[in-house]
């Protein structure tokens, strides 16, 4: 085990070398390499993609197909071959959620994907070739907003 | 950056296997056509900006994350639950 420096946890132990190596950065976010996946204990589904190098970049990241059953990902073969897939290598998708202060109207980013090579622990964020995948889809689509109902 | 003139219909080739051609202009935009080896990606640059941008919001929207969670949870036990499988 080794102990990582977490914007959500502080300090906590994680299996050594587990980190995700990004071979292609996440946008805005270039030069930082490394993230660890780590699962929200208290809410299930939901992961934060932490950064190994700055411990205050964090994203929440989540498998869209949980909110959108029909999801497909959708990503060019030139990218799936910077995750040096090889046969009986497994891909794991996920997408970035935005959380507003109004928690219903959290949003996931379909557009541009998070994909991770799970056997060789390498990551890209995609750029989907669906045209109709936004950044800003909404999650909860049958919930009321708590502005409205004030709890 | 390199710039170069171009009228309609003439093209420029990039690395020998991308050409990109002005088919016309128009007013205020120019309509280009790209014929590239299918390995090259292509998309419009708005694009990568939207990501970006939607990135840089996600990246700050977890600063108060800690209490969310709890809230979250909620919502997902209460409403979201059809969700689930």
Redesign the interface.
């Given at each position: 085990m080794e102990t990582i420096k977490t914007k959500a946890y502080g300090e906590i132990q994680v299996e050594k070398d587990t980190e995700i190596f990004f071979k292609r950065e996440i946008l805005g976010f270039e030069g930082f390499k490394y993230y660890y996946l780590i699962e929200m204990g208290d809410l299930p589904n939901f992961y934060w993609l932490q950064s190994k190098e700055e411990p205050e970049l964090a994203f929440i990241v989540v498998n869209p197909r949980l909110f959108k059953p029909d999801y497909v990902l959708n990503i060019d073969a030139s990218d799936l071959q910077l995750l040096e897939l090889e046969d009986g290598e497994e891909i794991v998708d996920f997408v970035i959620v935005n959380i507003p202060e109004d928690v219903t109207k959290m949003t996931m980013n379909l557009l541009g994907p998070i994909v991770i090579n799970a056997n060789k622990r390498i990551g890209i964020q995609a750029i989907s070739l669906s045209n109709d995948y936004g950044t800003k889809v909404p999650i909860f689509t049958n919930l009321e907003s708590t502005e409205n109902k004030g709890e | 950056m390199l710039v170069l003139s171009r009228k309609e219909e003439e093209s420029i080739i990039i690395n020998d296997n991308i050409e990109i051609k002005i088919i016309g202009v128009k007013q205020d935009q120019v309509k280009i056509g790209i014929i590239a080896p299918?390995?090259?990606?292509i998309?419009r640059k708005e694009?990568?900006d939207?990501?970006?941008?939607?990135?840089?919001?996600?990246?700050s929207?977890?600063d108060k994350?800690?209490d969310?969670?709890?809230?979250?949870?909620d919502?997902?036990g209460k409403?979201?639950k059809?969700?689930?499988k």
């Amino acid at each position: 085990m080794e102990t990582i420096k977490t914007k959500a946890y502080g300090e906590i132990q994680v299996e050594k070398d587990t980190e995700i190596f990004f071979k292609r950065e996440i946008l805005g976010f270039e030069g930082f390499k490394y993230y660890y996946l780590i699962e929200m204990g208290d809410l299930p589904n939901f992961y934060w993609l932490q950064s190994k190098e700055e411990p205050e970049l964090a994203f929440i990241v989540v498998n869209p197909r949980l909110f959108k059953p029909d999801y497909v990902l959708n990503i060019d073969a030139s990218d799936l071959q910077l995750l040096e897939l090889e046969d009986g290598e497994e891909i794991v998708d996920f997408v970035i959620v935005n959380i507003p202060e109004d928690v219903t109207k959290m949003t996931m980013n379909l557009l541009g994907p998070i994909v991770i090579n799970a056997n060789k622990r390498i990551g890209i964020q995609a750029i989907s070739l669906s045209n109709d995948y936004g950044t800003k889809v909404p999650i909860f689509t049958n919930l009321e907003s708590t502005e409205n109902k004030g709890e | 950056m390199l710039v170069l003139s171009r009228k309609e219909e003439e093209s420029i080739i990039i690395n020998d296997n991308i050409e990109i051609k002005i088919i016309g202009v128009k007013q205020d935009q120019v309509k280009i056509g790209i014929i590239a080896p299918k390995d090259v990606k292509i998309f419009r640059k708005e694009i990568y900006d939207e990501i970006q941008s939607a990135n840089i919001a996600a990246a700050s929207s977890t600063d108060k994350l800690a209490d969310l969670a709890e809230n979250i949870k909620d919502k997902l036990g209460k409403g979201g639950k059809s969700k689930k499988k």
